[in-house]
């Protein structure tokens, strides 16, 4: 519920110019340093939960909870960086703050494809991969042309 709003203003304040010269390396950091999250959230806590002496959580959950935990708030690295004196024109204010704009979106969507993928009789193989990897770009476009639809609609009215 609280997402839209924050990623809303985040979009109206960040620098455009800026944001479409660094677009590709954000979308890179974005898409693969979450997916990067979630797999090592997942593996740490599947393997330590398996060394304790207590229920082995399986990897679908922990895959569940490592997209659930992998979107990170920068506010405390934007105002260090604020405090040195950069403005959202330096690239390097520009990367980070973008991508975590991104991050938000394409964790909330690894998130929706990994529950709609939680089934205990369920086996994991090249179909089920696959079918994940088409959940995961349908609802990301579809977001994305909702997203545009919106503005758009905005802009004209």
Do not use: W
């Not at 079918?131 to 349908?138: E, L, R, Y």
């Amino acid at each position: 519920i609280m997402v839209p709003p924050i990623v809303f203003e985040a979009a109206v304040k960040i620098n455009k110019q800026s944001f479409r010269r660094h677009a590709l390396p954000i979308t890179i950091y974005a898409i693969v340093g979450t997916l990067a999250s979630t797999a090592f959230t997942a593996a740490i806590l599947h393997k330590g939960s398996s060394m304790l002496n207590c229920t082995t959580i399986p990897i679908k959950e922990s895959l569940i909870f490592g997209a659930l935990i992998s979107s990170i708030d920068p506010i405390a690295v934007l105002s260090v960086l604020n405090n040195m004196g950069m403005t959202d024109s330096d690239a390097i204010y520009v990367l980070i703050f973008g991508e975590s704009l991104l991050n938000d979106g394409v964790a909330i969507v690894l998130f929706q494809t990994l529950v709609h993928f939680l089934d205990e009789t369920l086996v994991v193989d090249a179909e089920v991969i696959f079918d994940a990897i088409m959940h995961f770009v349908v609802v990301a476009c579809g977001s994305l042309s909702v997203g545009i639809l919106s503005g758009a609609s905005a802009t004209i009215y």
